[in-house]
Structure formats: structure tokens, C-alpha cells
């Protein structure tokens, strides 16, 4: 696959998902700011000041974790092949995801196994990016809010990943279609998010299949084998 459409389509991801980063980090200064305000003003007593800094101090703690988690999306990467932990690329997966779907009035759950870390082979980011935009299109057919479950169990040597949507879901005729180059049904689609996606799953032997119900929703069913 051209590294050229793999970069572009990332750089679609991050300016799709900029405004609803924008808005996160709206709110955590705006109670920052609130509270500068009022340490200036009220005579506060100790141990609400104490209160205050607390919350101030986890309101900056969370917008620097969405600009990392947000930044790390754009980082150019030389391809690495590694042993990655499906367990926390799921999490972290979530963590991405998560301004986004409250963005779009959507609940992301995850259900993991995690007694154990649970390797796969592959490029992180590479990865990380075909799970975003697989995770992107679950949100983007949700148009009135809903539900994303992310699950992941470990069987026969394998890790068995679901993304599941309650959304618009497809006809079979458009299920056959992804993966085809500029199939999108969206007005700024590229259709070219599916087909990345499935060209880095297939790299690290992954395999794919699609359970689709118009009006019910979509899933997503990825398997990848342990890594050696
Ligand atoms: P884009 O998101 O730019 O349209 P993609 O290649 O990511 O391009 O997706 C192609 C098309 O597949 C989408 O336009 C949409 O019609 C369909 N699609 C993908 N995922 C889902 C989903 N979870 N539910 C319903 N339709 C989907
Ligand atoms: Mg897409």
C-alpha cells in the first residue's frame, strides 16, 4: 500500500477530529480560568484552596492527556515491527476515541481481558491508526449518539477484537464495496479509511469480517495472531 495514502488519511483523521479536541480542552480552562478568578478575589480558607488546586491540577492533567493522546496521531513513524500489547492499544484506543464520541453524544465501552499483556506483532501506530478510523466510522454512523463497545478476547492463540456500532448500519451490497478505493457515502468522505485500514490488519495476518444490519448497526470482528 502507497505510504502516501496511508499518511494522507491520517492527516484526515487528526483534522476531522481537531474541533471535538478543541472543545475538550475548552472546558478544563475555562474551570482553570474560573477558578484563577476566584482565588484573586474571595478570601478562601485553606483547605478550600487545597480543594481548588486539586481540581484545577486534574483539569490540566486530563487536557494534557488528550493533546498527547491527540498528538500522537499525527507523528510521522518510520515502520517498526514490534510486539504490542492488544489489551492497552484497546484502552488507549478508547482514550483517543473518547473526545470525539462525546462530541457526537456517544458512549464508548471496552471490555478486555487483562490479566495479562497479550502481544501481537505489527507496527503500534500503523496500528493504532487502522483501529481509529474503523472506531471514526462507527462514531460517524451514529449520527444521533449512541453506543461503541470495544471488546477483545484472547482464544486459540488469537486475539479476537470487536468493534461493535448501534448505527445506520450497511446492506450487503455496501458491505461488499469497503475497501474499494473513494467508496464513501459521507459528503467529506475520503473513502480511502476502510481500504488503509484493512491493508495494515492484513500486513500484521490479521483477518477481517463484517456483521452488518441496516438500521441495527455494524461490527467490526478482527482476529490477530500472538506474536512470535
Ligand atoms: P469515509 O469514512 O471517508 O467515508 P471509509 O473508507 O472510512 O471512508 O468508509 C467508507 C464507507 O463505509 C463510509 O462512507 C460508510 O458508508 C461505510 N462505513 C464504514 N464503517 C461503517 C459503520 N461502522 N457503519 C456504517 N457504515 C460504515
Ligand atoms: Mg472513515
Given at each position: 500500500?502507497?505510504?502516501?495514502?496511508?499518511?494522507?488519511?491520517?492527516?484526515?483523521?487528526?483534522?476531522?477530529?481537531?474541533?471535538?479536541?478543541?472543545?475538550?480542552?475548552?472546558?478544563?480552562?475555562?474551570?482553570?480560568?474560573?477558578f484563577?478568578?476566584?482565588?484573586?478575589?474571595?478570601?478562601?480558607?485553606?483547605?478550600?484552596k487545597?480543594l481548588y488546586q486539586?481540581i484545577?491540577?486534574?483539569?490540566?492533567?486530563?487536557?494534557?492527556?488528550?493533546?498527547?493522546?491527540?498528538?500522537?496521531?499525527?507523528?510521522?513513524?518510520?515502520?517498526?515491527?514490534?510486539?504490542?500489547?492488544?489489551?492497552?492499544?484497546?484502552?488507549?484506543?478508547?482514550?483517543?476515541?473518547?473526545?470525539?464520541?462525546?462530541?457526537?453524544?456517544?458512549?464508548?465501552?471496552?471490555?478486555?481481558?487483562?490479566?495479562?499483556?497479550?502481544?501481537?506483532?505489527?507496527?503500534?501506530?500503523?496500528?493504532?491508526?487502522?483501529?481509529?478510523?474503523?472506531?471514526?466510522?462507527?462514531?460517524?454512523?451514529?449520527?444521533?449518539?449512541?453506543?461503541?463497545?470495544?471488546?477483545?478476547?484472547?482464544?486459540?492463540?488469537?486475539?479476537?477484537?470487536?468493534?461493535?456500532?448501534?448505527?445506520?448500519?450497511?446492506?450487503?451490497?455496501?458491505?461488499?464495496?469497503?475497501?474499494?478505493?473513494?467508496?464513501?457515502?459521507?459528503?467529506?468522505?475520503?473513502?480511502?479509511?476502510?481500504?488503509?485500514?484493512?491493508?495494515?490488519?492484513?500486513?500484521?495476518?490479521?483477518?477481517?469480517?463484517?456483521?452488518?444490519?441496516?438500521?441495527?448497526?455494524?461490527?467490526?470482528?478482527?482476529?490477530?495472531?500472538?506474536?512470535?
Open positions: 500500500m502507497q505510504e502516501e495514502i496511508i499518511r494522507s488519511e491520517k492527516m484526515k483523521i487528526v483534522g476531522d477530529m481537531a474541533a471535538s479536541v478543541a472543545h475538550e480542552i475548552r472546558n478544563p480552562l475555562t474551570t482553570i480560568k474560573g484563577i478568578q476566584l482565588f484573586a478575589t474571595a478570601d478562601l480558607d485553606k483547605e478550600k487545597m486539586k484545577c491540577f486534574e483539569e490540566l492533567e486530563r487536557a494534557e492527556v488528550i493533546i498527547a493522546d491527540y498528538l500522537s496521531l499525527a507523528k510521522p513513524d518510520p515502520e517498526v515491527i514490534e510486539a504490542i500489547d492488544i489489551h492497552y492499544e484497546m484502552h488507549h484506543l478508547s482514550n483517543v476515541l473518547m473526545t470525539y464520541a462525546n462530541y457526537n453524544n456517544i458512549q464508548i465501552q471496552v471490555a478486555t481481558e487483562e490479566e495479562q499483556a497479550f502481544h501481537i506483532q505489527g507496527d503500534r501506530y500503523k496500528l493504532r491508526q487502522a483501529l481509529i478510523n474503523l472506531g471514526k466510522n462507527a462514531i460517524e454512523a451514529m449520527p444521533g449518539g449512541g453506543l461503541l463497545e470495544l471488546r477483545t478476547v484472547i482464544r486459540d492463540q488469537h486475539a479476537w477484537v470487536t468493534l461493535s456500532d448501534n448505527g445506520s448500519g450497511m446492506s450487503s451490497e455496501q458491505v461488499k464495496r469497503l475497501g474499494t478505493p473513494y467508496y464513501s457515502t459521507k459528503e467529506k468522505g475520503t473513502g480511502l479509511g476502510i481500504m488503509v485500514s484493512f491493508g495494515i490488519i492484513k500486513k500484521m495476518n490479521g483477518k477481517i469480517s463484517i456483521k452488518s444490519e441496516p438500521g441495527e448497526g455494524t461490527e467490526f470482528h478482527l482476529i490477530f495472531p500472538k506474536a512470535n
